[in-house]
């Protein structure tokens, strides 16, 4: 009996124990420092406790900690300076901390954006800093290289380590918009939209994320939430000398009111009548709405927002240099022309992306939330280009129009030289001559059938979307935190072409021109639609090819992070089904069999793992380590040969794995910060289509490469040396190598059915990635006082290399070349065989780019901010950043085909005033 009770008082003691360790609360209110408004969607972390919370749209926050005695508190966010306070926790009660005041900053400060705070770094116990724990994924969120290298690379096309823009993944309000036909996010739909965007969760390369399983390019996540919004409104108006010259917006948020609503509103514009270069224009209306219902117990909301961004523009095309030269003119554009005493662009892009977003929150716990979301967009694109059928080519920088097509003739080539020189006047050679087009399709009008020769078609590539999202995030003791989510998507891409001019023309023969030429008197081969033959099309209507993309997708992922007082690990997996099939709405006459309804459903089964692990050597100076490996399904736009006109897609399609490892030493000191990285990744049967006019077989093809390897390796460097609190200097760089390294089957789909596919191994191993330079950098010079802030940076890029063509590397190609010292060696056709299947590497250049900015308090909270950018100020000629080899091989007259397209940089300016009320 005595047992009984000794028992039972101690279990009394021990429920007593529990129970007395009390939650105590923390509150605060984070405020400006200078305008003393509340800050809402700041970080807060209670570092010792291990708690974390989020500032409502009045700046408030609370924390719930079991812990008492002192700790540290830290706040973070994307717009002010990291900001750490020494607390004093009570055994029970309430700490009230009333107001905190941070440094706010701006988007446009780049200089100080982000940086830790020096009196941040001044933690209890000394210089080892790990009295108590380390929080390293605030000072990884602050990466200097990172932070640099997106504004001041991109004028050089430059993709981070190289890797393309599918495995970057984009999310807004935690629903994945990475569309499914080409893998990206169109960040044309949220154009002038940039004050209700501002406020993004960025995880860096494959670091574990808190809303999806992440990409190797890095993911974020856009809250477009209205109770995330900053109270008040903002009005900015910039200028510049870019795509366009002008922009403006407009915003409003109500933030989250007494009542548990908020509203937000935005409008912007962006118009040029012509840009920069000449022939382009730019017209753009913006809008974004977004409401958002909080409930009362604070453990539901729910939101929505709808935005778009529709817009027309002009586009400038790369050109051969021979093109440049003549024209005296680095930023040449030959898609435009006069038409009736009238500037007009041949290639003009129509697009809008209407979205819609629902998502719910539901906060279980203190510890436990759940987030669901459902987006829908609409996406429609049309790219307008000229068209031809039984006339010359149009386009004024056709190789046949160039004078190196007549150095067999001195009298011709000077003609044409002559011709090419006359850079005024509206029947320039070197421009589209409309009224010419025109005059030929009323000639043939009068004379003919009255079929077009020439017109304009609008090549239309439509999507409509539909996701759902969930994501779970929880914490299963105190050092480790669960995140899972799902996601299910349906995406249906419409691709056809419709007539937007027939440029006086009284109809058009809906025919293959190709086939028609190819397969005389065989009149069903010719039909692009055998349903409805010998067709008359007219304004409008859809002809050529019409099919549809079905993409469907469902993924289930978990990742889970462990931190510890000397180290961090995480781990992760997913897996994901997904199916694609073709859908054809016409029966094309070169592919009776295989071209109208729906083909084979093709379906895949992917995985992902992951692994990263950070050793602290001390509060400053970090040690981390990523592994993972993962497989994508192929792209709908890059598994079907020729997509056009057949249901078939390349042979063996599997899906592709990538291997990626990295290995990075960061540091982050009272006056110096930054990271050092070593990386490698390694892709395996991957996929590549292009497509091209085939000179030899007189028809427009279809290149696929199947089973292609690739290895992107290198070394980053970001260092930020903050000499005092008005000055800082940024050192950032990389030197990669970014390879193909093996030597994949291709197979040639002809589209007018001449000939069967072809299947030939290209010779890719060895060659270089191209379209992004592998080495960059850039010494940065920043300076703020008083609300006064200065950039200057000096860029260099180099090595940067001209994308290649396949065909260019076909054995058969060559198999008559003799090498030296062999008989029958032939020297011209050596050096020609050498010429074909160099890869051109471009100069270097170096650029200096320079700001200047003030933000000026008005009182009453309203402000104006200021600033200044000019970019490429020592680019005295405008540089080469890009290119690739056109789809032409001739072995005879190596230097009448080796021309290269390729894209050019020039000088810009940009003039932004906002004022915030």
């Not at 003691?13 to 305008?35: F, K, L, P």
């Not at 994901?576 to 309804?597: D, F, L, T, V, W």
């Not at 250049?845 to 402000?863: K, Q, W």
């Not at 080899?885 to 009448?896: A, T, Y």
């Amino acid at each position: 009996m005595k047992q009984r009770l000794y028992l039972w008082l101690f279990c009394l003691c021990i429920t007593s124990a529990v129970y007395a360790q009390t939650t105590i609360e923390i509150r605060g209110v984070v405020v400006d420092r200078n305008t003393n408004n509340p800050i809402p969607g700041v970080t807060v972390r209670l570092l010792d406790a291990h708690v974390t919370a989020t500032a409502d749209e009045r700046g408030a926050f609370m924390l719930r900690s079991s812990r008492s005695g002192a700790d540290i508190l830290m706040i973070t966010g994307a717009d002010i300076i990291t900001s750490e306070i020494s607390v004093s926790v009570p055994q029970q009660g309430v700490l009230d901390l009333e107001t905190i005041p941070v440094q706010q900053i701006q988007a446009f400060d780049i200089s100080v954006m982000g940086m830790i705070d020096e009196s941040s770094l001044s933690l209890d116990g000394g210089d080892d800093g790990l009295t108590q724990d380390v929080s390293s994924s605030v000072i990884f969120s602050n990466d200097v290289f990172l932070r640099n290298a997106g504004f001041q690379f991109s004028q050089f096309r430059y993709r981070v380590r190289g890797y393309e823009n599918r495995f970057q993944e984009v999310s807004i309000n935690g629903v994945n918009f990475n569309d499914q036909i080409r893998g990206v996010f169109s960040h044309a739909s949220i154009g002038a939209l940039n004050d209700v965007t501002r406020r993004r969760n960025v995880t860096n390369y494959f670091a574990p994320s808190a809303y999806s399983f992440g990409s190797i390019g890095g993911s974020e996540d856009i809250n477009m939430r209205a109770g995330s919004q900053m109270r008040g409104g903002r009005a900015t108006v910039s200028l510049t000398n870019r795509n366009y010259y002008a922009r403006a917006m407009t915003s409003y948020s109500t933030g989250m009111r007494d009542d548990g609503w908020a509203v937000t509103m935005s409008l912007g514009a962006r118009y040029a009548h012509e840009g920069n270069i000449e022939g382009t224009f730019y017209r753009n209306i913006a809008y974004a709405f977004s409401v958002e219902k909080r409930f009362a117990d604070n453990n539901h909301s729910i939101s929505f927002v709808t935005f778009g961004s529709p817009v027309e523009r002009g586009q400038a095309s790369p050109s051969f240099q021979e093109a440049y030269d003549l024209t005296g003119n680095n930023l040449y554009n030959p898609n435009w022309g006069y038409q009736n005493g009238k500037r007009r662009n041949s290639r003009v892009v129509r697009a809008f992306n209407p979205t819609g977003i629902f998502s719910h929150t539901w906060h279980i716990s203190e510890i436990t939330n759940l987030v669901t979301g459902i987006g829908t967009n609409y996406s429609r694109w049309g790219g307008s280009a000229l068209n031809w059928f039984n006339g010359a080519d149009p386009r004024p920088d056709n190789w046949r129009n160039l004078p190196s097509n007549f150095r067999d003739s001195e009298t011709a080539f000077a003609y044409y030289t002559y011709l090419w020189r006359q850079t005024s006047g509206q029947n320039r050679i070197s421009q589209v001559n409309w009224d010419r087009l025109w005059q030929v399709n009323h000639l043939n009008n009068r004379e003919g059938d009255g079929s077009a020769i020439y017109m304009v078609e609008e090549r239309r590539n439509d999507l409509f979307e539909t996701s759902v999202n969930s994501t779970l995030n929880t914490r299963l003791s105190d050092r480790v935190r669960f995140t899972a989510g799902i996601g299910l998507r349906n995406s249906v891409s419409k691709q056809f072409s419709t007539v937007l001019d027939l440029l006086g023309a009284q109809y058009l023969l809906d025919i293959d021109k190709f086939s028609e030429r190819d397969f005389p008197g065989n009149h069903s081969v010719s039909h692009n639609d055998l349903n409805r033959p010998n067709r008359r099309v007219y304004k409008g209507d859809i002809f050529g090819y019409d099919f549809r993309f079905h993409v469907n997708s469902a993924d289930v992922w978990f990742q889970q992070q462990h931190n510890y007082r000397r180290m961090d690990f995480h781990i992760g997996a997913m897996m994901k089904y997904s199916a694609i099939q073709r859908e054809g709405m016409m029966r094309n006459g070169r592919h009776p069999g295989n071209s109208y309804g729906r083909g084979e459903q093709h379906d895949f089964i992917d995985f992902g793992m992951k692994t990263g692990a950070t050793y602290k050597f001390s509060g400053r100076h970090f040690l981390t380590g990523n592994l993972s490996y993962q497989t994508f399904a192929p792209m709908a736009g890059q598994a079907y040969l020729s997509p056009r006109v057949m249901d078939r897609t390349a042979d063996n399609l599997k899906s592709m794995g990538v291997f990626a490892a990295d290995i990075n030493y960061v540091f982050s000191m009272p006056t110096v910060s930054g990271r050092v990285s070593l990386f490698n990744t390694v892709f395996q049967d991957d996929m590549m289509r292009v497509s091209y006019y085939h000179d030899s077989e007189r028809t427009f093809v279809n290149h696929v490469l199947n089973g292609l390897n690739r290895v992107h390796r290198g070394i980053e460097l970001g260092v930020n040396w903050r000499m005092n609190n008005t000055w800082n200097f940024d050192f950032i760089g990389t030197a990669g190598e970014y390879f193909y390294s093996n030597n994949p089957m291709g197979v040639i789909s002809f589209e007018n059915g001449s000939r069967e596919d072809l299947s030939e191994k290209v010779y890719m191993k060895n060659a270089r990635i191209g379209g992004t330079p592998q080495t960059v950098g850039t010494v940065g010079i920043n300076f703020f006082r008083n609300f006064w802030f200065l950039n200057l940076n000096i860029n260099g890029f180099a090595r940067n290399f001209i994308e290649i063509a396949p065909i260019r590397r076909l054995a058969s190609n060559y198999a008559g070349i003799i090498p030296p010292d062999t008989d029958g060696f032939d020297e011209d056709q050596y050096n020609a065989y050498r010429t074909l299947t160099n890869q051109e590497k471009f100069d270097g250049g170096v650029t200096a780019d320079f700001s200047i900015g003030r933000m000026i308090f008005l009182g009453a909270g309203n402000r104006v901010n200021f600033n200044l950018s000019i970019n490429n100020i020592l680019n005295d000629r405008n540089i080469r950043v890009g290119g690739f080899e056109q789809g032409r091989v001739n072995i005879d007259f190596p230097d009448r085909f080796t021309a290269r397209y390729t894209y050019m940089q020039g000088i810009n300016a940009f003039m932004n005033v906002s004022y915030l009320f």
